[in-house]
């Protein structure tokens, strides 16, 4: 599963941002399209998606990975092919767009169900640690390699590259082997129409994953409805090269890399809960410096600095956030809790781009940004309710060597008073 997933993380980001630089490069669309293909794809993915929770719930996830792998492989193979023919358009980009999304919120739901059943419980924070060591890698290594192979071959191969990674997953998942047992439940009848609601209420019910999910989507989609004003700031505004602007996103993916390597010995040293707050308050603290950037290499260095950091921070807090989200939700309901979160995150991440846009263009860019750094700082208030849940995670040693000290305190006071 860790093979699969690191063919098919590597593969998305070779092909990072392939899609907009077709349209643009191939079909010479405006702005305005390019836009519309970021945001409906996110969006419609997100509506068309809400009845595969429940879907997939009541089905073996594993059958479930390789279908939305196989989905994913076609469609995608479909647009160097079209290309190759002559026939390619907008409007297919805009189709293909919305089956990936949907495919990859399904992909998500089945993964995170599928991983409770391989993985013991104790040792779920070292697979979403390597997981996530593996997306920061891919994300460093992708983008550069991805644009030189644009550069050398058009922006149509990191596609085509793209869609054999869906393929190669699929084969990984294959290979797992194994006998899956199959979901309580009837799929074969379908599903009741609370299903399909399912996943948030059981979310919006509960005491402390209900404001871990309020946090993350929106720290999660503020930081993404920012990233095209940014771009707008130090590519006209600032003037910087594309390569610096390259520069100064992809270097801090290290830092993700280095975060999701040092997550699990600090929740081993302080605990799940703790290291959770810590790092999802560090990480809301640092968006709000992107609203200050200058001109030359003190800018440039700014902007490394700040993304750094809130990358770190980031890779830190996302597998310990995913171990702690499945470590609370029940076996017949990951599935749908999952996708509930995904849906719920893309559809506000695309709404908040639009919005966000919208903003900088009656303000500007930095006010856009600025109000923004401080939102998700508001956010991090969100996380008080995990405080009482910190305390339950702590060492089971750390809990031993206390209870030791105070025992060692009474058998000295029982000393003093005896002598």
């Known amino acids: 599963m860790w093979a699969a997933y690191a063919v098919s993380i590597a593969g998305t980001w070779l092909a990072f941002d392939a899609f907009p630089l077709i349209a643009v490069l191939v079909l010479h669309v405006g702005p305005g399209e390019v836009s ?11 509506l068309v998606a809400v009845p595969l929770g429940p879907w997939v719930e009541f089905r073996r996830k594993r059958p479930v990975l390789i279908a939305t792998d196989v989905v994913r492989f076609a469609v995608v193979l479909s647009v160097p092919l079209a290309y190759a023919l002559g026939v390619l358009s907008f409007a297919q980009l805009l189709v293909v767009s919305v089956i990936v999304a949907a495919a990859d919120i399904a992909f998500r739901s089945a993964s995170g169900a599928y991983l409770k059943t391989l993985v013991a419980k104790e040792d779920l924070l070292v ?28 922006p149509v191969v ?6 054999v990674s869906f393929l190669l997953s699929a084969l990984g998942i294959r290979a797992i082997g194994g006998v899956e047992a199959r979901p309580e439940g009837n799929s074969s009848a379908g599903f009741r129409k609370g299903d399909l609601i399912e996943g948030w209420r059981y979310i919006l019910a509960h005491r ?27 590519l006209r505004e600032l003037g910087f090269a594309p390569w610096q602007y390259g520069l100064a996103f992809g270097l801090p993916c290290l830092g993700g890399l280095l975060g999701s390597r040092i ?5 081993d040293r302080f605990g799940q ?55 609370r939700t029940p076996a017949d309901r ?42 998700i700082l508001a956010a991090a208030l969100l996380l008080r309710p995990v405080f009482s849940e910190a305390e339950r995670d702590r060492p089971q040693d750390q809990h031993d060597d206390e209870h030791d000290r105070e025992r060692q305190i009474d058998l000295d006071s029982a000393e003093a008073d005896r002598v």
């Open 263 to 267: 997550a699990r010995p600090l929740a």
């Open 334 to 375: 990951t599935a749908r809790v999952l996708s509930a979160w995904s849906i719920t995150g893309n559809a506000t991440t695309a709404a908040m781009t639009a919005l966000w846009g919208l903003l900088a263009a009656v303000t500007s860019p930095r006010t856009a940004i600025a109000l923004a750094g401080v939102l």
């Open 36 to 46: 519309l293909l970021a945001a409906a794809g996110l969006a419609v993915g997100a």
């Open 208 to 234: 402390v994953l209900r404001p871990l999910f309020l946090n993350t989507v929106l720290v999660n989609s503020l930081i993404m409805a920012t990233a095209p004003l940014l771009a707008v700031i130090m």
């Open 158 to 163: 990191t596609v085509a590259a793209n869609a």
């Open 127 to 154: 697979a979403n640690g390597r997981f996530e060591s593996t997306m920061w890698t891919a994300s460093v290594l992708g983008p550069p390699l991805g644009g030189a192979a644009i550069g050398i071959f058009g």
């Open 273 to 327: 809960g703790r290291i959770l707050i810590v790092a999802g308050i560090l990480r809301s603290c640092w968006s709000i410096a992107l609203a200050f950037i200058g001109t030359g290499p003190s800018g440039l260095l700014l902007v490394i600095v700040v993304e750094f950091g809130l990358i770190t921070c980031c890779g830190v807090f996302n597998p310990i956030y995913a171990t702690f989200r499945l470590t």
